[in-house]
């Protein structure tokens, strides 16, 4: 990847990062940390690799992106009104009577969104369909499916993990946000995983792990060629990524704090962001 | 539709139609896909899945990945069949069935086979009471609970081409004989069997053949009974069941499942509100299933001739 391209991601993750923060603090509360551990793969996922039509939302051969993990629509909301699927004022519609930006995805309210999800574990099996779809229907679509570590606590996960692999589903791309976090603590007090990248690996898929924070990282492994096995991708990741005041949180899952925190959270990544512009490619 | 009802049990089993039945419309809509959690066999459709891998696909034990499988396909523009047992086509995956597919309008059909007694010698496992009631609280879903071979016949290829999430529950074996080869229905409908001025009996499945046993009986003792097949038990023919209430005075339901939620919840939630008038039930109380040949558990859960006739004896005594 290109010095430039590699900037450029790192600012459109910078710019999510920012729209997701102003989203939420609209509301004053929201599913934050979650949400921003996901902004980096979103960036890569709608800067580069996706074929995606904003102009024609529903355009049957395009890629398609399961976010299992739900709770994390606001990262998604914010991404896809950047690409111009709807406008940037709309984000102020979060979970308000009759928005089309529920806090848990939904592909009949909000432009762009493919697959409903929310009930943990239910993406997944939904993303094969969907994928298996494409396939038998001769597209040339690729399906992203988005799960969280916690949510791979859910045995249907691994019911979809080892039909993706058994069926030879390659036109998925199956991604575990590594986050290390769950609602009640982490993933290690609750319900340790173990090595995710072995069990993926032990279930059939070309699995890599990689840093999720990394864009360089992230674009080699989702544009990475699949075999007749399905690639899965563990990122390594931090569950607030990006604003190191919700890092450093521990109950970061949702969080519901005065409108000077979030303008506090809000002032770091226009920081960052400037010193991204200012260092400009060659940084 | 012609009713050619004698008694006898329908030589064309269930299994003989859906064998037959979802391979011609795969065969013949390429929209069409058929899905299985292991008991393709039982319904004789492996055959044809063993030549068609990409038209009927195996899915392990796994109903709620099946479920969500099934909801992504229609996503991706297909018309999804998926079968196994009833408890299973129900319970075990009743939440991806209902966010999935329901909520999230992904549109699929879904068969539980051998509902109630009809699990036989699979015993209390394998016997759901509570299919009915589960499907019929998704918002928009279609139930359906089939009488015979020629209404499955029928019914089968308007219920996968129809909107929404879409229940069938049908025995594999036959119940009796009820309806002419070739006999047309319309969903939401229900069949007027026979008309009688002195109680309605609304039945469905397993139990239509022994309503009009009975209505038979009671015709011998005095009594002339309505007899309405109501195999579209979501969205209920309500007006049908308002109609036999303000002609007849009082209804009887009989059905192959628990009295909470089915066919008597359907039948008393629209009298209650339209047309209060006594009634009685044939339906399993509140409990759970047991093993045995069906004749027994007929017996066992009062889903029996002798058992419909007493309970309309007392409802319309009622009156």
């Known amino acids: 990847m290109d010095a430039n391209c590699k900037h450029e991601l790192k600012v459109f993750a910078a710019e999510i990062r920012l729209a997701l923060l102003k989203e939420l603090k609209t509301r004053g509360f929201g599913h934050v940390g979650g949400s921003l551990s996901i902004c980096d793969l979103l960036a890569v996922l709608y800067g580069k690799v996706m074929k995606v039509d904003p102009k024609n939302p529903k355009w049957a051969d395009r890629d398609k992106l399961v976010v299992s993990k739900g709770h994390a629509g606001p990262a998604v909301y914010a991404t896809l009104a950047l690409k111009g699927f709807f406008p940037m004022a709309d984000l102020d519609t979060l979970n308000i009577p009759h928005t089309n930006l529920p806090s848990h995805c939904d592909k009949n309210k909000t432009v762009g969104v493919d697959c409903t999800t929310g009930s943990l574990g239910q993406g997944t099996s939904q993303a094969v369909g969907m994928a298996l779809g ?22 249907q996960c691994w019911e979809a993990a080892m039909f993706t692999a058994a069926k030879k589903v390659n036109n998925l791309v199956w991604i575990i946000d590594d986050n290390k976090k769950q609602l009640d603590g982490t993933t290690a007090e609750i319900l340790p995983h173990g090595d995710l990248r072995a069990k993926m690996e032990a279930f059939g898929f070309d699995a890599v792990r990689i840093d999720g924070n990394d864009v360089e990282q992230l674009y080699d492994a989702l544009t990475k060629e ?19 005041a919700v890092e450093e949180t521990a109950a970061n899952h949702s969080m519901n704090v005065k409108p000077e925190v979030w303008d506090s959270y809000i002032a770091a990544v226009e920081a960052d962001l400037e010193a991204l512009k200012k260092a400009g490619a060659q940084a | 539709m012609k009713v050619i ?16 039945s979802i391979p011609q419309m795969l065969d013949t809509n390429p929209d069409v896909i058929y899905l299985d959690a292991d008991l393709m066999s039982c319904i004789g459709t492996a055959k044809y899945a063993k ?24 996503a991706a523009g297909f018309k999804p069949i998926c079968h196994t047992f009833g408890p299973f086509a129900s319970r075990r995956c009743y939440d991806q069935v209902f ?46 609970d089939v009488a015979d071979s020629a209404q499955l016949e029928n019914i089968l290829p308007k219920l996968v081409m129809r909107e929404g999430v879409k229940y069938l529950r049908v025995n594999r074996k036959s119940n009796d004989l009820v309806y002419e ?18 109680v309605t009996i609304i039945a469905a ?22 007899v309405i097949d109501m195999f579209t038990i979501k969205p209920l023919d309500e007006q049908r069941v308002i109609d036999c209430a303000k002609k007849t005075g ?14 008597f919840s359907a039948v008393s939630e629209c009298l209650i509100q339209n047309c209060p008038v006594p009634m009685g039930y044939a339906a399993v109380e509140d409990e759970f299933g047991e093993v045995g040949p069906v004749d027994y558990l007929a017996e066992r859960f009062g889903m029996t001739v002798d058992h419909i006739v007493e309970v309309v004896e007392a409802t319309v005594a009622k009156k």
Do not use: W
Not at chain 2, 205 to 226: D, N, P, S, W, Y
């Open chain 2, 99 to 144: 966010l999935s597919a329901g909520y999230a309008h992904n549109d699929i059909t879904m068969i539980g086979s051998d509902p109630g007694v009809t699990a036989g010698f699979n015993g209390g496992t394998h016997m759901p009471f509570e299919d009915v009631a589960l499907y019929r609280a998704i918002p928009g879903a279609t139930v359906v």
């Open chain 2, 5 to 20: 009802y004698n008694g006898k049990a329908d030589p064309k089993t269930f299994k003989d139609v859906l064998s037959a």
């Open chain 1, 134 to 155: 494409d396939k038998l229907k001769g597209r040339p679509s690729r399906t992203f499916l988005i799960v969280g570590d916690g949510e791979i606590d859910e045995g």
């Open chain 2, 181 to 198: 080869a070739g006999s047309e229905f319309e969903i939401g409908k229900g069949v007027v069997i026979r008309e009688g001025k002195d």
């Open chain 2, 250 to 263: 009082c209804v009887v339901t009989a059905e192959n499942h628990s009295k909470i939620g089915g066919l």
């Open chain 2, 51 to 74: 030549a068609n891998p990409d038209r009927a696909i195996n899915c392990g034990i796994a109903e709620s990945n099946m479920a969500g499988i099934a909801a992504g396909l229609a």
């Open chain 2, 205 to 226: 499945g397993f139990m239509v053949g022994r309503a009009i046993g009975a209505a038979e009986v009671l015709a011998q003792k005095g009594i002339e009974a309505t």
């Open chain 1, 226 to 244: 699949a075999t007749d096995k399905p690639i899965a991708i563990v990122m390594d990741n931090i569950k607030g990524r990006g604003v190191k």
